[in-house]
Nanobody
Framework: VQLQASGGGLVQPGGSLRLSCAAS????????MGWYRQAPGIQRELVAS???????GYADSVKGRFTISRDNAKNTVYLQMNSLKPEDTAVYYC??????????????WGQGTQVTVSS
């Protein structure tokens, strides 16, 4: 199972970006999808998550500003980021957990996409 993330870039404070992450391969199920971020010198942290039933969770630092969603037909998860702050600057990684068509579990990561919030 492969994950391809896109949508990062440079944005001014207060601006918006939308990240996408598409899963492909021998997917039977995607039980969990999440977005993590890692800034230099800081441990990777979970930003937002969504289950197969649509239950979402957010880090306190992004609540009310970020929205995670998924398109099950496209095996894609999105992260809409609004009111961006300089402290949101980081490399953002998507993660997916589930089962393959052969019944084996997977827990895979995308390649990371840089988000820079700066004037």
């Amino acid at each position: 199972v492969q994950l391809q993330a896109s949508g990062g870039g440079l944005v001014q404070p207060g601006g918006s970006l939308r990240l996408s992450c598409a899963a492909s391969g021998s997917i039977f199920s995607i039980d969990f999808m999440g977005w993590y971020r890692q800034a230099p010198g800081i441990q990777r942290e979970l930003v937002a998550s969504i289950t197969s039933r649509g239950t979402t969770g957010y880090a306190d630092s992004v609540k009310g500003r970020f929205t995670i969603s998924r398109d099950n037909a496209k095996n894609t998860v999105y992260l809409q980021m609004n009111s961006l702050k300089p402290e949101d600057t980081a490399v953002y990684y998507c993660n997916a957990e589930g089962s393959t068509v052969w019944g084996s579990p997977y827990n895979n990561w995308g390649q990371g996409t840089q988000v820079t919030v700066s004037s």
